[in-house]
């Protein structure tokens, strides 16, 4: 299968500070992509999307970032909370093809 | 909440037995994936349905078997469980969006999933 990994396993950050997760994808035809942060024992919640077409995303505190070039995305969250703790996820997909999902990093907030 | 759910939320079976997990899309979802998510692993797609047809398969055993029916719901039947799956298995519901350039994007929603123990 695809390979979708994260350069960080775990992040620690202190509350109020920006975060960023990494993601490498390897399958340059990928032209769609999904964060999702998943909480202990829940689903995977849906945070942002971007389409290769743009390489800058913002939503409510959350910026996604898309490098095209070195395959590369990142979500930025501004000013984490206790509430962000979680494990953050990339998904790639391809034209008419499945979605492939890294294992995952996980975000510890710091109070 | 996403709008997807599930049931059961928790199974504990054993070997050998047959179990049969349960998704209700999103309303107005006509896609509807299963994935398995083991210890320590990602989320492993296992197939997908499009308002009740197959459209893609995954890395789906055998012994496992979907289908989704005329009201768009979901199941996913196990057979001859083995300790090995032992997993959380969590449906994803989606709607296609269609781009300018013809391509369909599908944002996917998951359900809370269902804890399946294999004993």
């Known amino acids: 299968g695809e390979s979708v990994g994260l350069h960080l396993p775990t992040l620690s950050v202190q509350e109020g500070d920006n975060s960023i997760i990494n993601c490498a994808y390897s399958?340059?035809?990928?032209?769609?992509f999904i964060w999702y942060k998943q909480e202990s024992g829940k689903g995977p919640q849906f945070i942002i999307d971007i389409r290769s077409n743009m390489d800058k995303r913002q939503g409510q505190r959350v910026t996604v970032l898309l490098n095209k070039t070195v395959k590369h995305l990142s979500l930025q969250i501004a000013a984490t909370q206790p509430g962000d703790s979680a494990v953050y996820f990339c998904?790639?997909?391809?034209?008419?093809?499945?979605?492939?999902f890294g294992t995952g990093t996980s975000l510890t907030v710091i109070p | 909440d996403s709008g997807v759910t599930q049931t059961p939320k928790h199974l504990i079976t054993a070997t050998g037995q047959r179990v049969t997990l349960r998704c209700s899309p999103r309303s107005g979802d006509l896609s509807v994936y299963w994935y398995q998510q083991s210890l320590d692993q990602g989320l492993q797609f296992l197939i997908q349905y499009y308002n009740g047809e197959e459209r893609a398969k995954g890395n789906i055993l055998e012994r496992f078997s979907a289908q989704q029916f005329p009201d768009l719901h979901s199941e996913l039947n196990l057979s001859s469980l083995e300790l090995g799956d032992s997993a959380l298995y969590f449906c994803?519901?989606?709607?296609?969006?269609?781009?300018?350039?013809?391509?369909?994007?599908?944002?996917?929603?998951f359900g809370p999933g269902t804890r399946l123990t294999v004993t």
């Open positions: 994803a519901s989606s709607v296609g969006l269609t781009s300018g350039s013809g391509r369909v994007y599908y944002e996917q929603y």
């Open positions: 998904a790639e997909n391809i034209p008419g093809n499945q979605f492939y």
């Open positions: 399958n340059s035809a990928s032209d769609y």
